[in-house]
């Protein structure tokens, strides 16, 4: 069973500090990786995609890829209260359409 | 551009009824992609569709099925309802560049309560 998992939380931190969310997946297959943020009773907005080991930066947001780890991570610097939300990693094969597989999210909590 | 558009938003049937729920990509795309999410299983995938054809399916009964129209809207139906069918239900849609998909893009969702 192909798996993605993300520990649940809540992971709580002040406004203004670095959050680190983290996701490990279990197919090696996988080459395409996503972060969707969902607030509570909204759909996943997409906010980041990374496809090559490394590093990707977009404003506040970064998205770290260790294909040999198997490991996928977003930073979100200067975290604002509005991040609160829960954020889903996902991941997708090659020749595989647009079939993603979704960790169980984990919930952010930005105190001010 | 308008984005994803899922009707309706919200449901409520009986078990036993079929349901249709009802999804239009982003203009120009023509991946359309079903998702359920639950509380207890998180967001699973159902089927994805291209072109009018199904591409990929999850792991979910015959009950749920789906199709995809020439302009590109998808529908999906599921029938003989079981409580446990109560979900929100997503639809995302992508297109194709240089033979790989895309990111996906979710509509606001269809919340459906079966009592």
């Known amino acids: 069973q192909k798996e993605v998992e993300q520990n649940s939380g809540p992971l709580s931190v002040p406004e203004g500090a670095i959050a680190s969310l983290n996701c490990t997946y279990s197919d090696r297959g996988s080459q395409s990786f996503f972060w969707y943020r969902q607030y509570s009773g909204k759909s996943p907005e997409l906010i980041m995609f990374i496809y090559s080991n490394g590093d990707k930066e977009d404003g506040r947001f970064t998205a770290q890829l260790n294909k040999a780890s198997q490991y996928v991570s977003l930073l979100i610097r200067d975290s604002q209260p509005s991040d609160s939300a829960t954020y889903l990693c996902?991941?997708?094969?090659?020749?595989?359409?647009?079939?993603?597989?979704f960790g169980g999210g984990t919930r952010l909590m930005v105190k001010p | 551009k308008a984005g994803v558009t899922q009707t309706p938003r919200y449901l409520i049937k009986t078990r036993g009824q079929q349901v249709t729920l009802s999804c239009s990509p982003i203009?120009?795309?023509?991946?359309v992609s079903w998702y359920q999410q639950t509380p207890g299983q998180g967001l699973q995938f159902l089927f994805e569709y291209f072109s009018e054809t199904q591409r990929n399916k999850g792991n979910f009964p015959g009950r749920f099925s789906g199709r995809q129209f020439s302009n590109s809207r998808s529908e999906m139906n599921v029938s003989t309802l079981e409580l446990g069918d109560s979900a929100l239900y997503l639809c995302?849609?992508?297109?194709?560049?240089?033979?790989?998909?895309?990111?996906?893009?979710f509509g606001q969702g269809t919340r459906l309560t079966v009592v």
């Open positions: 995302a849609s992508s297109t194709w560049t240089d033979g790989v998909s895309t990111e996906a893009f």
């Open positions: 203009s120009g795309h023509r991946s």
């Open positions: 996902a991941v997708r094969q090659d020749n595989a359409g647009n079939m993603l597989t």
